[in-house]
């Protein structure tokens, strides 16, 4: 019995056969695909150095000197969890993602779903508007809200109040962006099919509509908790002093000055938060489309025997 390494024409070198890779005579799109690995190493490799220099057993954030969880909770004073202007900036952060999602969420819906829906003279201008804060840049919005609630909403001020609304501000268009994508996707259809069996618009809306949007819904609120999680501008100018900084404004501080590896560590559960965010929407919606997927997958193969 022969081997494939003896199958192969005795004629064709290494050379030859790296020679033809890099011809490519069948078109394949080598190129590019070694064109996105170089842009995803470029993008994860500084991200893992800085995730490196948090486990870090001295303080040097250059010089590797062995692995210690000193910085997230070894170290008595400068540790993430001994420190308490560290540990005070994630609660602000997570205080103000979770307002964030809890008021952005709803309002996006039904800002999605009514816009959606809108067949008036207003429609297209008031959709264009909705996605206004997508084309301005986050410093004009940052300063805006700044003015707005020191000249005009003066009973807000600058502080904790001030940053939930300037995040559910420019939050509240990524949950209508993402809603009205799984309207068009599902259409109309089951609304009309609920109300020729005799339901109202508010049972077509709670038992139908929602329940097919809930992916879009759990996604929708996945994507603004990471955004605000990570927000610095906005937070930065609608801050009041070290009691409302969130982590962004401390990381940003701390590189001004001399900073230790427990700004990476901090950087670190943020950025794991952020993930595992993210992480949530994407199984979320694997479980509440897998009958969608069934039924798709039951057609194209319904199809398949018809044709055959």
Same mark, same amino acid.
Not at 179 to 193: H, M, T
């Given at each position: 019995?022969? $081997?494939?390494?003896?199958?192969?024409?005795?004629?064709i070198?290494?050379?030859?056969?790296?020679?033809?890779?890099?011809?490519?005579?069948?078109?394949?799109?080598?190129?590019?695909?070694?064109?996105t690995?170089?842009?995803?190493?470029?993008?994860?490799?500084?991200?893992?150095?800085?995730?490196?220099?948090?486990?870090?057993a001295?303080?040097?954030?250059?010089?590797?000197?062995?692995?210690?969880?000193?910085w997230?909770?070894?170290d008595?004073?400068?540790?993430?969890?001994?420190?308490?202007?560290?540990?005070?900036?994630?609660?602000?952060?997570?205080?103000?993602?979770?307002?964030?999602v809890?008021?952005?969420?709803?309002?996006?819906v039904?800002?999605?779903?009514?816009?959606?829906?809108?067949?008036?003279?207003?429609?297209?201008?008031?959709?264009?508007?909705?996605?206004?804060?997508?084309?301005?840049?986050?410093?004009?919005?940052?300063v805006?809200?700044?003015?707005?609630f020191?000249?005009?909403?003066?009973?807000?001020?600058?502080?904790t109040?001030?940053?939930?609304?300037g995040?559910v501000?420019?939050?509240?268009?990524?949950?209508?962006?993402?809603?009205?994508?799984?309207?068009?996707?599902?259409?109309?259809?089951?609304?009309?099919?609920?109300?020729?069996?005799?339901?109202?618009? $508010?049972?077509?809306?709670?038992?139908?509509l929602?329940?097919l949007?809930?992916?879009?819904?759990?996604?929708?609120?996945?994507?603004?908790?990471?955004?605000?999680?990570?927000?610095?501008?906005i937070?930065?100018?609608?801050?009041?002093?070290?009691?409302?900084?969130?982590?962004?404004?401390?990381?940003?501080?701390?590189?001004?000055?001399?900073?230790?590896?427990?700004?990476?560590?901090?950087?670190?559960?943020?950025?794991?938060?952020?993930?595992?965010?993210?992480a949530?929407?994407?199984?979320?919606?694997?479980?509440?489309?897998?009958?969608?997927?069934?039924?798709?997958?039951?057609?194209?193969?319904?199809?398949?025997?018809?044709?055959?």
């Amino acid at each position: 019995m022969t $081997t494939i390494a003896e199958q192969r024409p005795r004629g064709i070198s290494t050379w030859s056969r790296a020679s033809g890779w890099v011809r490519n005579p069948w078109g394949r799109p080598r190129f590019l695909v070694l064109i996105t690995w170089a842009y995803i190493v470029w993008s994860i490799v500084p991200v893992l150095i800085a995730v490196q220099f948090s486990f870090n057993a001295t303080r040097s954030r250059s010089v590797w000197q062995g692995f210690s969880t000193r910085w997230y909770w070894g170290d008595p004073v400068d540790s993430v969890w001994h420190d308490p202007t560290l540990r005070h900036a994630a609660v602000q952060s997570l205080k103000l993602a979770s307002a964030d999602v809890l008021i952005a969420t709803p309002i996006g819906v039904l800002l999605a779903i009514g816009l959606a829906r809108w067949m008036g003279w207003g429609a297209r201008p008031s959709n264009f508007l909705m996605l206004f804060p997508f084309v301005t840049p986050e410093i004009v919005m940052g300063v805006s809200l700044l003015l707005v609630f020191t000249h005009v909403f003066t009973f807000v001020g600058a502080g904790t109040d001030a940053q939930i609304l300037g995040h559910v501000t420019f939050s509240i268009s990524y949950v209508v962006v993402i809603v009205r994508g799984r309207l068009f996707s599902i259409g109309r259809q089951y609304e009309e099919a609920a109300a020729d069996l005799g339901a109202s618009p $508010t049972v077509a809306l709670t038992r139908v509509l929602l329940p097919l949007l809930t992916p879009a819904i759990v996604a929708s609120a996945a994507v603004v908790f990471a955004i605000s999680l990570d927000d610095f501008v906005i937070s930065q100018w609608l801050s009041s002093g070290g009691e409302t900084d969130t982590v962004p404004i401390r990381i940003y501080s701390a590189t001004r000055a001399a900073p230790l590896p427990s700004v990476n560590a901090i950087a670190t559960v943020m950025m794991v938060l952020t993930l595992l965010s993210l992480a949530l929407a994407f199984l979320a919606w694997r479980v509440f489309t897998r009958e969608e997927r069934r039924a798709r997958a039951g057609q194209t193969k319904d199809l398949a025997v018809f044709e055959l």
